[in-house]
């Protein structure tokens, strides 16, 4: 052990203070505002200071909280390691061994002997001041050690009094809920073996009445695709955490000796503001290497304009109106293969129909190719059709446990990837395709959620081992074929989360186009993720999913901030619709380079039927923000709408952007640019004219000088 003992890590404005002091494992003494560069003197004092108060009733000395809690130590919640060896070593009590730092990384050792485990936590602070830990558990013992769950928890203070997460359903996804954060648990299982439409993509602990802009706020995110857990819980002693891990189902966590299990990274982030809190997440996803690093390609996806009407000339005569617009890549969707004619059969019989393309695909793409535009292709390959040569010839390849099938959803069944024969097979139907045409996209979908995932030739459960056979699978195609990009599509927004985004290029952010339900859904999606991840595409007048009919101008106003991309037949579409669509598709490559780079905003404050939001340039010399009306204003205007995170020193140019089409049924009521510093766009703001609901107009905010 060496003569660590406190650490702190700086970054973004945030400081972590590690007490490593030991003999068990590191706790957190502060996350949070930054404190400034600390000597290690004022380190030790601010660990006397924030020392545990002992209680009349308890243990004659308190121990700090573990970022992995142990039940040895005093903690009555949730223990960070929940196992035992055949009923033994159930409650172990780790010991550091070493401790090492480099730069804003931490790497602790720990072991105890008598339960026969070891334990090494890793802690970062990243550059944009996240705080993401990961803990790997090692069986040092004679036998086999049963993980039942290995949670991590970040403390925090008692300012924090209310909860924020999200849930939500297909075509419905990410709606935010609050309540008290009161004495007791908080638990989001996710059992659904994806991240799941009703996942909360953030769990965020706040101080009362917290909004975008304002009040301290904590937020955890759990880095895992299959079954996982995501946790807030308050003591009697009034200590709090909140935290994640997997949720392994029976028997996934067994380690055999000299076995490793190892937690998903939890990411933990912290700012004044939720915005601030997102910040934080898009500085660090856009600083990744494997961050897309070009232009964001206007897509035309085939699904909602032709369904299973998979006609060559049809096909064609779509992708030449899709080049006619401005699009950038086609992507044809599902019903493509072998048996594929409804969603009823043919999945997992990945081979091109002969009888809907006699000469493969090659015809419609070597046309896609031939106007400039990308091909792109759709994909389920972690499903399978009761009603395919593959379920027929390999029935024990599906998911499932105790000598039956389960129900079927969507007239479907999961695959076994965790099956080295399953595995190979979806490789090498991939990679064959891939090899064969130019495809330079994958709409990797996953259309349904697990029931007994189980090994049919084990009789174990298959969850675990099958979500690190998808990691896998991707990981090996985009070895194979650089500059693939892969899409995690999931019925919609069903995986998201930041495990996924290490190995794909966007996700799918719902199957609802309907805009007035998007508005909701981007809000929040975009909590964690960028806008330039989160595909936004452009539907058709009436809503496939909903009904509801909306004007153009706020069907791409809404798709405008994210990667955008059209969901229409517009072969069909007017002169006038497809010239209109045209003028969006240019003004969206116009403001693309600042919408997909700057940092996202939103307001607090305002009417329930109102939304603002935009996005600011890193360097707050311009910004375009969205005004949009939802429902029907119970006033006969807005008001004054107040415009945040600019620079409160600059001057700016505040105009509406002119947009394509009929003009909106009012103008602001200022007609010439309003000229005022970014404190007063903040603090008073520019009128809003009243609009008709699901309606939105466009503000550009330019710095002078």
Request: contains cysteine.
């Amino acid at each position: 052990m060496s003569n660590i003992e406190v650490l702190q890590l700086r970054a973004a404005g945030v400081s972590l203070v590690l007490d490593c002091s030991g003999p068990a494992l590191p706790s957190v003494l502060h996350w949070g505002a930054d404190l400034g560069e600390l000597g290690g003197e004022a380190l030790l004092e601010l660990r006397r200071g924030a020392g545990a108060v002992q209680d009349g009733n308890g243990l004659d000395e308190n121990r700090p909280i573990a970022i992995v809690p142990e039940y040895s130590s005093g903690w009555f919640g949730l223990p960070g390691l929940n196992g035992h060896r055949d009923g033994q070593n159930f409650s172990p009590s780790f010991a550091l061994t070493s401790v090492a730092q480099t730069g804003n990384t931490v790497v602790a050792d720990a072991a105890d002997a008598e339960a026969g485990l070891s334990i090494r936590l890793t802690v970062e602070l990243t550059a944009s001041g996240l705080v993401r830990a990961k803990a790997e558990l090692t069986n040092t013992g004679g036998t086999a050690y049963n993980v039942d769950g290995l949670v991590l928890a970040l403390p925090v203070p008692t300012e924090a009094t209310e909860l924020l997460d999200l849930t939500g359903r297909h075509i419905g996804e990410r709606h935010p809920q609050r309540h008290a954060f009161t004495q007791g648990a908080h638990v989001r299982d996710n059992r659904r073996g994806r991240t799941g439409a009703d996942a909360t993509l953030l769990l965020i602990a706040g101080a009362q009445g917290f909004g975008f802009t304002e009040g301290e706020v904590w937020a955890v995110h759990t880095a895992w695709s299959g079954n996982h857990r995501s946790y807030a819980e308050r003591g009697m002693s009034g200590y709090a955490v909140i935290g994640g891990g997997e949720l392994l189902l029976p028997g996934e966590g067994r380690v055999e000796p000299q076995g490793t299990y190892s937690s998903p990274w939890i990411y933990g982030s912290y700012g004044v503001g939720l915005d601030r809190i997102s910040t934080r997440f898009h500085e660090y996803l856009r600083g990744r290497a494997s961050h897309p690093k070009t232009d964001r390609p206007v897509v035309l996806n085939t699904w909602e304009a032709v369904y299973f009407d998979l006609d060559l000339e049809k096909l064609k005569g779509l992708a030449n109106a899709a080049a006619e617009v401005g699009a950038e890549r086609f992507v044809l969707d599902d019903g493509w293969f072998r048996g594929r004619r409804d969603d009823h059969a043919g999945l997992g019989d990945w081979y091109v129909d002969e009888g809907i393309w006699p000469k493969g695909l090659h015809p419609l793409v070597d046309h896609v190719r031939g106007l400039g535009l990308q091909f792109g292709l759709w994909v389920e390959p972690e499903m399978v059709n009761p009603d395919s040569d593959l379920a027929r010839e390999h029935p024990d390849w599906i998911l499932a446990t105790g000598n039956r099938l389960p129900p079927t959803a969507r007239h479907q069944q999961g695959l076994n990837l965790g099956v080295p024969a399953a595995y190979e097979y979806i490789l090498e139907r991939l990679d064959s395709l891939l090899t064969e045409y130019d495809i330079a996209y994958l709409k990797w979908d996953h259309n349904r959620d697990f029931i007994d995932g189980g090994n049919q030739q084990t009789g174990t459960a298959g969850i675990h081992a099958q979500t690190l056979a998808v990691y896998r699978l991707i990981d090996e195609l985009k070895r194979r074929h650089p500059g693939l990009e892969i899409e995690s599509c999931s019925s919609g927004g069903a995986r998201v989360d930041l495990a996924i985004l290490e190995r794909t290029d966007r996700v799918w952010g719902s199957d609802s186009n309907d805009a007035l339900e998007r508005q909701t859904i981007q809000r929040y999606t975009q909590l964690l993720l960028p806008p330039e991840l989160i595909g936004c595409h452009v539907g058709p007048p009436k809503a496939h999913t909903t009904g509801r009919t909306q004007a153009l101008s706020f069907r791409a106003i809404t798709a405008l901030f994210g990667h955008f991309g059209i969901e229409w037949d517009i072969s069909l579409a007017s002169d006038e619709e497809r010239a209109e669509l045209a003028g969006w598709v240019a003004l969206h490559k116009e403001l693309r380079p600042l919408l997909h780079t700057g940092r996202v905003v939103r307001a607090d404050r305002g009417p329930s039927d109102f939304l603002l939001h935009g996005v600011v340039a890193q360097d707050n010399s311009r910004a375009v923000y969205a005004a949009v009306q939802l429902t029907q204003s119970v006033t006969s205007a807005v008001g004054r709408v107040r415009l945040p995170g600019l620079d409160p020193q600059r001057t700016y140019r505040v105009s509406r952007i002119a947009t394509p089409g009929p003009e909106p049924r009012s103008l602001p009521s200022w007609t010439e640019p309003v000229e005022l510093n970014g404190a007063a766009l903040a603090a008073v703001g520019v009128q809003i004219p009243a609009q008709w609901p699901e309606h939105a107009l466009l503000l550009d905010v330019t710095a002078i000088g």
